[in-house]
């Protein structure tokens, strides 16, 4: 953080402030607050590369007072002063005036709302309620919150279309208008609420450029649909479409699936990328325990709507920034968490992005050291048999967070956004799962011995890619190539009965720059699960999928085929292997080609 060194005070006091990308506006808000009231500046030190601004100082009178009183100012300093103290920022009061401010709210916190509520969608749908009682508890706190609208796409509106391609990117754009919103009008605080998958990451990421004490609300799961005795997610509709199209299920049952399917408000139900990120952001400490695999109807999810308002307070009261919970070790927990849960593949990108914004270092290869020690305990979908509320009901994030704890696989010393450490936060939850359900297995019976999401490596991805291999028999496979240049091109084979057990379809030109956009491949692997070949049939991407995807399918090849990597020089027939226990992804050819 930004310093400022107090010349003739053998202390130094800090103001937190964003990091490179706003030095010189920290500088001058350093000026405009401290300068002309209180000191005379004597010396600038700008260090860009590590974000840091020293302002070498001198009281501009004489005597200790002058110093007790800027000293005090420090202390007593808010970012929202910036806009609501002093003769010239009038103007800024009279418009605050019109929403809602009167006389003794200027010096209350002022803590942004960032609102993702959309009826675009069943995973948003559900929020307002929850801001709702999330206003009433800032104000109820002490607060002065300001609510401001976050957009949102839909993936599984989007999926299989050139729609697609906006999703990966709109993290980004989630991520900008939060800082923009909340850095624009220098707030205090904010709380971000969303539900779709990217309104997670790009929240978080928002959250730790900026810097400012924050805290995430999940808008919850969506109750399971039942269909002929059966839960369904969003997922059993991408599946139906491949067992329909093979002659494997009766168009009663095609359409009562997708009459079915989504009963409720709530994010996609199984451990899908959603409920993989809101679950992570409890073991990273950013969210409250328990709260992530609520359902988003029920009364529970708006009570902790209001419970994390007020934890949000305290810690704008106690500094609590996200860069202090955010370190290497929270996002071990983090990972952790997402191995033991079966979580999605998704995890890996967002996690890389989560750890930049934090300025921690985190590679690829962290995922694989990390996998190899933590054992995958959660029978959920989409390789289980649960969703996310049997999860919740069985015991949820914390209960896996502390079987983690006590085996040694979690940092209890973390802090976490309530001012308590995680090891505090577990304290009262049972060392075991109940022995009544089998949702979360006993730490003597897991489901598999190391986590899922597995890094290959080989001559078709020198740089690595990402491996699923949960709810597979055999996590290798050998087989001809079948080569496609987009999705839909794949999409179109597999829907024409072309695919065959033991092909290895490669979908390429889908990465980051290839797509453009990365585009989720749940369509096609959907598809070959309903027509039975979601085990005997491989499946390689530059670009991603989606949380909902299981078998034998490996994302994130790089470098991506737009760059000139290898996946683009495979050709029809060629042998390629998937060897998750070798952690290998070859491509077998005659030496001299």
Not at 202 to 230: C, D, H, S
Not at 293 to 299: I, K, L, N
Not at 569 to 576: A, F, M
């Amino acid at each position: 953080p930004p310093a400022i060194s107090l010349r003739g005070v053998s202390k130094k006091y800090q103001l937190y402030e964003s990091l490179s990308h706003r030095i010189y506006e920290a500088l001058h808000t350093f000026k405009k607050t401290f300068h002309r009231e209180f000191w005379a500046l004597r010396d600038i030190n700008l260090d860009v590369d590590r974000g840091q601004v020293v302002v070498v100082l001198g009281p501009s009178g004489s005597g200790k007072s002058t110093m007790i009183r800027c000293i005090n100012r420090l202390e007593e300093h808010q970012e929202g002063d910036i806009v609501v103290d002093g003769v010239e920022q009038a103007p800024s009061r009279a418009m605050l005036r019109a929403v809602g401010f009167g006389d003794g709210d200027f010096k209350k916190p002022i803590v942004g709302v960032a609102n993702g509520h959309s009826t675009m969608n069943p995973c948003n749908a559900g929020i307002q309620p929850l801001v709702d009682r999330a206003m009433d508890a800032l104000k109820s706190a002490g607060a002065m919150p300001q609510v401001f609208g976050v957009p949102t796409i839909t993936d599984g509106i989007g999926m299989g279309t050139e729609a697609m391609k906006y999703s990966l990117v709109s993290r980004e754009v989630i991520a900008d208008c939060i800082e923009t919103s909340v850095n624009g009008q220098s707030m205090d605080g904010v709380l971000v609420c969303g539900g779709c998958d990217k309104n997670m990451p790009g929240g978080m990421i928002a959250m730790l450029r900026m810097n400012v004490p924050g805290i995430y609300v999940y808008a919850g799961t969506i109750k399971p649909g039942k269909w002929k005795g059966q839960d369904l997610t969003i997922v059993s509709a991408f599946e139906a479409v491949g067992s329909y199209a093979a002659g494997k299920m009766s168009k009663a049952d095609f359409i009562g699936i997708e009459k079915n399917a989504c009963p409720s408000v709530g994010a996609c139900g199984g451990m899908y990328t959603a409920n993989t990120m809101s679950s992570s952001f409890e073991a990273l400490g950013m969210s409250i325990l328990g709260s992530s695999q609520m359902a988003s109807p029920d009364p529970e999810k708006a009570d902790s709507a209001a419970y994390s308002a007020k934890v949000l307070v305290n810690a704008i009261k106690q500094n609590i920034r996200p860069r202090d919970i955010v370190t290497r070790k929270s996002i071990e927990n983090a990972v952790a968490l997402i191995m033991a849960t079966g979580g999605s593949t998704n995890a890996v990108l967002h996690f890389l992005a989560i750890a930049h914004a934090a300025q921690v270092k985190w590679t690829i290869d962290d995922f694989e050291r990390m996998r190899r020690k933590v054992p995958v305990l959660c029978d959920l979908k989409p390789s289980g048999r649960y969703v996310a509320v049997d999860f919740h009901r069985a015991g949820g994030v914390p209960q896996v967070l502390k079987m983690l704890l006590n085996n040694g696989l979690l940092h209890g010393d973390c802090m976490t956004i309530t001012g308590r450490t995680m090891a505090q936060e577990l304290k009262n939850i049972p060392d075991a799962p109940r022995a009544n359900q089998d949702v979360i297995r006993q730490w003597s019976n897991p489901m598999y011995k190391q986590g899922h999401l597995a890094i290959l490596k080989g001559n078709l991805s020198p740089e690595g890619c990402v491996a699923k291999i949960t709810g597979l028999r055999s996590p290798k496979i050998t087989g001809p190539a079948r080569v496609f240049d987009s999705e839909n091109a794949c999409m179109k084979a597999i829907m024409a009965k072309k695919i065959k057990a033991g092909d290895v379809v490669v979908i390429r030109y889908e990465g980051p720059k290839g797509g453009p956009g990365m585009q989720e491949m749940l369509a096609p692997t959907g598809a070959l699960t309903g027509q039975g070949l979601g085990e005997s049939v491989g499946l390689i991407t530059d670009g991603r999928f989606s949380g909902g995807t299981w078998g034998m399918v490996v994302g994130h090849v790089a470098p991506e085929a737009f760059e000139g990597g290898p996946i683009a020089l495979v050709k029809e027939g060629d042998s390629i292997t998937i060897d998750a226990d070798k952690l290998l992804i070859q491509l077998y050819v005659p030496a001299k080609e």
